[in-house]
């Protein structure tokens, strides 16, 4: 059975060519529509809704609507030219959880999923092998995606990942964050300026902070693994890891009174 595409067998209609076709086309046996699955869990990292069929498209444009994801082992699949998107960026998905419906937008024609296969690099390689079959190399890695609430420009920040990068924009203040794991669960909650702890939230069920007030103190904790997390005061530094939740000096990541403009996290290795 198919890994993509709902209780159906694989129906290559266009094959992989490392020239000029970087994925596979795929429908349903006797060239049905279907429903499109997760292949692997994993974390949603794009998408886009919207689109109509238009074959003038270049680019990403020529995918129409579309969903990517990020999986454990680090490498991603890429799901194109679907009619509908039933999930949305940053949201955790499990092998088999709908993602859509086959359908033709974008540059396609006729309904069909282009599939796609991309490495750590986020290079595309061969996804035939892969369509009814685990992912190369498939280990277990947890991933932390995680973006703040700038209160200067009053919008989400661009989502990071681990400790590549860091989430904020020095000299403005941060009042929210929100967090996920490409793998368990994660709890956490802000302490609001010269006030109090707010509630614990979990996951991207909803986010911490309360949009507009500023927050001086951050706490995390995961059920899969150590996080370690830091954060920036405004026109300060760093201040040191910390990796508990709890009450004490190093229980928190943050010195209260002092506003945060920036957060940092990490899994621990």
């Known amino acids: 059975m198919s890994r993509v595409l709902y209780n159906a067998t694989n129906q290559i209609t266009q094959k992989y060519n490392a020239i000029s076709h970087k994925g596979i086309d795929l429908v ?7 429903d499109v699955m997760a292949h692997s869990e994993g ?15 270049t680019g990403d444009a020529t995918y129409g609507n579309y969903v990517k994801l990020k999986h454990n082992n680090g490498m991603y699949t890429l799901y194109a030219h679907l009619k509908n998107v039933n999930v949305k960026k940053g949201e955790k998905v499990k092998q088999g959880d709908l993602l859509g419906e086959m359908g033709e937008t974008g ?6 999923l282009h ?3 991309r490495n750590e690099k986020d290079v595309r390689i061969n996804p035939t092998p892969y369509i009814d079959a685990d992912l190369p190399n498939n280990k277990e890695k947890i991933s932390v995606l995680y973006q703040t609430y700038d209160s200067v420009k009053k919008k989400w920040l661009p989502n990071v990942e681990n400790d590549s990068d860091y989430a904020g924009n020095l000299g403005n203040v941060v009042s929210g964050l929100t967090i996920n794991l490409t ?8 302490h609001e300026l010269n ?5 614990i939230v979990k996951d991207r069920e909803d986010y911490a902070g309360n949009l507009g007030k500023t927050i001086d103190g951050v706490q995390m904790q995961s059920d899969s693994c150590t996080l370690e997390y830091r954060v920036h005061l405004k026109g300060a530094t760093w201040l040191s890891w910390v990796e508990k939740f ?6 928190y990541a943050g010195i209260l009174g002092k506003e945060i403009d920036a957060v940092q996290i990490r899994v621990k290795k």
């Open 43 to 57: 974390i949603v990292v794009a998408c886009k809704t919207g689109q109509v069929r238009n074959t003038n498209t």
């Open 183 to 190: 793998q368990g669960s994660v709890t956490y909650r802000v």
């Open 195 to 199: 006030n109090k702890w707010l509630p």
């Open 28 to 34: 349903k046996e006797k060239n049905k529509v279907s």
């Open 115 to 117: 599939f796609e296969v």
């Open 107 to 112: 540059k396609a024609y006729g309904a069909h």
């Open 246 to 251: 709890d009450d004490t000096n190093d229980g």
